[in-house]
């Protein structure tokens, strides 16, 4: 909506940002959401780390929170406030999941994928290429 989200971020049931205020933040992983959290603002994760990284949508407040790097085996838990005023959605892969107040995000215990690529992709290159831009 065009209403500034309230956001409480807790990671491992401690609450780490209470009422942040903004658009919204970004759980990605080392092989999902890189572009997106490049563009909030976020370094990209080697691929094979072992990580998450939480990123701020235009966070109002707290004025300095910088993106995070979580482990990776972290529950990280968004719950929005007042939200019969500031309602917010949630996507999943790029899913619209419709209306939420409360949201955690953790790594699969049982889901995977293997990823594979063409001997002429060099994606450490491309990931450097990503990190220290030509001026």
Not at 6 to 18: C, D, E, I, Y
Not at 64 to 75: A, E, F, G, S
Not at 94 to 102: I, M, N
Request: hydrophobic share 40%; net charge positive.
């Amino acid at each position: 909506t065009g209403q500034t989200a309230l956001l409480n971020v807790s990671v491992n049931g401690m609450r780490r940002l209470t009422r942040a205020r903004g658009d919204g933040v970004l759980v990605s992983t080392p092989a999902g959401s890189t572009a997106y959290a490049i563009a909030l603002g976020a370094s990209p994760l080697p691929i094979g780390a072992t990580m998450l990284q939480l990123v701020g949508s235009n966070i109002v407040s707290p004025s300095r929170w910088k993106p995070v790097h979580l482990n990776h085996d972290v529950i990280v838990e968004i719950e929005a406030q007042d939200t019969w005023k500031r309602p917010c959605k949630a996507y999943v892969d790029g899913v619209d999941v419709g209306y939420v107040s409360k949201l955690t995000v953790r790594n699969s215990r049982v889901a995977g994928v293997q990823l594979a690529f063409s001997r002429s992709c060099d994606l450490q290159a491309k990931l450097y290429k990503l990190q220290f831009p030509e001026s």
